[in-house]
T-cell receptor, first 114, second 112 residues
Framework: DTGVSQNPRHKITKRGQNVTFRCDPISEHNRLYWYRQTLGQGPEFLTYFQNEAQLEKSRLLSDRFSAERPKGSFSTLEIQRTEQGDSAMYLC????????????FGPGTRLTVT | AQSVTQPDIHITVSEGASLELRCNYSYGATPYLFWYVQSPGQGLQLLLKYFSGDTLVQGIKGFEAEFKRSQSSFNLRKPSVHWSDAAEYFCAVGEGYSTLTFGKGTMLLVSP
């Protein structure tokens, strides 16, 4: 068990560019979550998957954001036409089963939009 | 909608002294409650959780927390703080089968 991994760990991009982040959950975890954390705030929920199905999306997830989990294993989060307000830490978490809120977090991807 | 309040943004504690971090929540049903710790450059690590049963829960690294329904609180405690405990601590409440709602965090500073 290697824990939740995220790549890249850091990303600097220019405003207007597209970026994609990857999350590899703990194997056998069927739930995967994305959160966003800005400076001085706690993580805020963005979206989650059960297997390959995206079951819930936060209102924070604008049309420029899209997440996928094509085979129920790793997930990608894409941000199109990045804005400076997208600068944040993007955290991925996974959990084993429904009803168990014990989520295990990855180290995060820090995005800086210049 | 549920919410979590951590009233203290920063707390400084002397090494060896006791610690209590406050957390108040707003949630209609019986909550699932958590404390996570985040060190610089690290992800969130789960310290302890409350689902049901005994209201005093033990966690890792010598931490414990007490659920008090009448006060809507879930305060984190440690009898003797070590310098390695310096980090940011987040309280969270679980809703339904999916999301966690986090507080804004309390930064713990440990003085020698």
């Amino acid at each position: 068990d290697t824990g939740v991994s995220q790549n890249p760990r850091h990303k600097i991009t220019k405003r207007g560019q597209n970026v994609t982040f990857r999350c590899d959950p703990i194997s056998e975890h069927n739930r995967l979550y994305w959160y966003r954390q800005t400076l001085g705030q706690g993580p805020e929920f963005l979206t989650y998957f059960q297997n390959e199905a995206q079951l819930e999306k936060s209102r924070l997830l604008s049309d420029r954001f899209s997440a996928e989990r094509p085979k129920g294993s790793f997930s990608t989060l894409e941000i199109q036409r990045t804005e400076q307000g997208d600068s944040a830490m993007y955290l991925c978490a996974s959990s084993l089963r429904a009803g168990n809120h014990e989520q295990y977090f990855g180290p995060g991807t820090r995005l800086t939009v210049t | 909608a549920q919410s979590v309040t951590q009233p203290d943004i920063h707390i400084t504690v002397s090494e060896g002294a006791s610690l209590e971090l406050r957390c108040n929540y707003s949630y209609g049903a019986t909550p699932y409650l958590f404390w996570y710790v985040q060190s610089p450059g690290q992800g969130l690590q789960l310290l302890l959780k409350y689902f049901s049963g005994d209201t005093l829960v033990q966690g890792i690294k010598g931490f414990e927390a007490e659920f008090k329904r009448s006060q809507s609180s879930f305060n984190l405690r440690k009898p003797s703080v070590h310098w390695s405990d310096a980090a940011e601590y987040f309280c969270a409440v679980g809703e339904g089968y999916s999301t966690l709602t986090f507080g804004k965090g309390t930064m713990l500073l440990v003085s020698p």
